[in-house]
């Protein structure tokens, strides 16, 4: 099998389905003239998989247009795959060479040569599941590999394809034979003009010239296997000449008849199978080429379904993926659940601490009243002199600066006997914030400035709270 640069029609169009606007932002994809280029390919593989992740949300599930779009990237496929690869019947030659993998992929491809045996198409086919795993991790994800390593599997599930269609040739042309006998000569009628009922077309004259290079050579007698195959191969040569001259009337006719691409498609393709299936009607008995139809047909069914495997793979990993990450979800409420009932503890164990700090302060008969104020220590374990957050001012130094000020007296009971200390508003409010209470007195959450005549209340609240603590 050699490569045909020039086979493909390059009037060829490729037309992809109407995207709605959320998969246009995606990739906008146009008719596609010719051989698809690389970004054209990777662009269909894009929007398939968007379409993909769309269905999975409720309401936005479209069959149809994901089979036309899975249409559109097999049809973009095919067409480098024609471009690339003569359709013979006895792919024999032919070098089918994987992408470079990176070296995340524990998966060694080679280059196969001929038709791919079970275990190299399996081989492929796991590559093309893992790596479209990466996809959940974008620098480990190369579009033009995907689309690549893709492609690579096309083509060795065509030269699979074109195999058994030579095998199952060969086998019936071996029946219709039987050991002692000489093959009849068979002979096969020309095709005939193509008319406008089987092919559309507004050229008058065009399906007669069709018919000018079809008449297929009769087989000579002889027992050799050289022979048949020499005539499968003349077949499937044929069969390519007539795909491509109705693949240019179809496009004709499109441009000329606004009808729906999908109806003119599947004209074209009916055509096709037509014109095929005359050829082998004429070369083979009627029961022998129904046989040999459903064997193909058989057989492709089973690559498509192998070809479906990896995707339903995929959606098991990504189902387990979304498992584990509800998991991981639960545990790190419980985990958060735990940290907050830890903190109240936590709180719980500060009171109870500074409990026992303020009944040591008040057991202690040599402390003074001042003294025992000044031991007093807040939630975080600090006292007033050791502290930043009250400016390293004691009750001791506060009563000696403000002590022959008025308004400036704190009664606080301390041991069962009221003692007065002294302290300004300005340091009122320090003291509040030092020992986190009366946070509703200030005018804002920082500042220590209390709100309009609410002095008086802040001073009886201190008064109150270290009362409490050493009384």
Same mark, same amino acid.
């Given at each position: ?7 493909y ?5 490729? #037309?992809p ?5 959320y998969l246009k932002?995606?990739?906008?994809l146009?008719? %596609?003239?010719?051989?698809?280029g ?25 069959p ?31 070098? #089918? ?11 060694? /491809? @080679? ?30 994800f ?24 030579g ?15 000489k093959?009849?000569?068979? %002979? ?5 003009a ?9 050229n ?17 007698? &002889? ?5 048949l ?22 496009? @004709?006719?499109?441009?000329? =008849? ?9 004209? !074209? ?10 050829? =082998? ?5 009627? @029961? ?39 998991r991981?979800?639960?545990l790190?409420?419980q ?5 907050e ?13 500074? &409990?026992?700090?303020?009944? %040591? ?23 007033p002199? @050791? ?8 009750f001791?130094?506060?009563? &000696?600066k ?7 007296? /704190? ?17 009122l409010? %320090?003291?509040?914030?030092? #020992?986190?209470?009366?946070?509703? #007195? ?16 802040? !001073? ?5 709270y /270290? ?5």
């Amino acid at each position: 099998m050699m490569a045909h640069p020039g086979w493909y029609p390059p009037g060829q169009v490729c #037309y992809p389905p109407e995207l709605p606007a959320y998969l246009k932002n995606v990739y906008d994809l146009k008719p %596609i003239a010719g051989v698809p280029g690389d970004d054209e390919v990777i662009g269909i593989h894009a929007v398939v998989q968007a379409a993909r992740k769309a269905s999975e949300i409720p309401g936005m599930n479209d069959p149809i247009l994901t089979m036309k779009l899975t249409d559109h990237l097999f049809n973009a496929q095919m067409a480098r795959y024609r471009n690339k690869y003569s359709l013979i019947t006895f792919p024999s030659h032919a070098t #089918y060479t994987p992408p470079i993998l990176s070296p995340n992929l524990s998966v060694d /491809l @080679r280059p196969i040569s001929g038709t791919p045996s079970d275990e190299e198409l399996i081989k492929v086919q796991d590559a093309v599941q893992t790596y479209q795993e990466f996809r959940r991790f974008p620098s480990m994800f190369d579009p033009r590999v995907n689309m690549e390593l893709s492609q690579h599997l096309f083509d060795l599930q065509m030269a699979r394809y074109m195999r058994l269609a030579g095998e199952s040739l060969q086998s019936s042309a071996q029946r219709s034979n039987p050991e002692g006998e000489k093959p009849t000569r068979i %002979i096969v009628k020309s095709l005939t003009a193509v008319d406008e009922a089987t092919i559309p077309t507004n050229n008058a004259g065009t399906g007669a010239r069709i018919s000018e290079g079809y008449q297929v050579p009769p087989l000579d007698h &002889g027992p050799t296997m050289h022979d048949l195959m020499e005539r499968s191969n003349q077949l499937a040569e044929k069969f390519n000449q007539l795909l491509e001259h109705s693949n240019e009337l179809a496009e @004709r006719h499109s441009q000329a =008849v606004d009808q729906p691409i999908a109806h003119t498609l599947a004209e !074209r393709f009916n055509t096709v199978i037509e014109r095929l299936t005359q050829l =082998v009607e004429h070369s083979q008995p009627t @029961r022998q080429s129904e046989e040999r139809f459903n064997e193909l047909f058989t057989r492709f069914n089973q690559l498509v379904e192998q070809s479906h495997q990896p995707t339903e793979r995929n959606n098991e990993l990504i189902e387990q993926l979304n498992q584990s990450s509800k998991r991981s979800h639960d545990l790190s409420e419980q985990a958060n659940k735990s940290w907050e009932r830890m903190g109240d503890l936590l709180e719980n164990i500060n009171k109870v601490l500074m &409990g026992i700090q303020n009944s %040591i302060i008040r057991s202690h008969k040599s402390n003074t009243a001042l003294r025992a104020a000044d031991c007093l220590v807040n939630k975080k374990g600090d006292t007033p002199g @050791r502290s930043r957050e009250a400016s390293h001012a004691s009750f001791k130094w506060l009563s &000696g600066k403000f002590s022959k000020q008025s308004g400036c007296e /704190l009664p606080v009971l301390i041991a069962g006997t009221e003692h007065i200390l002294h302290i300004d508003d300005a340091w009122l409010g %320090i003291f509040l914030r030092f #020992y986190d209470i009366g946070a509703h #007195y200030f005018e804002g959450k920082t500042t220590t400035k209390f709100k309009e005549e609410h002095a008086k209340s802040a !001073r009886l609240l201190l008064g109150n709270y /270290l009362s409490s603590c050493l009384g």
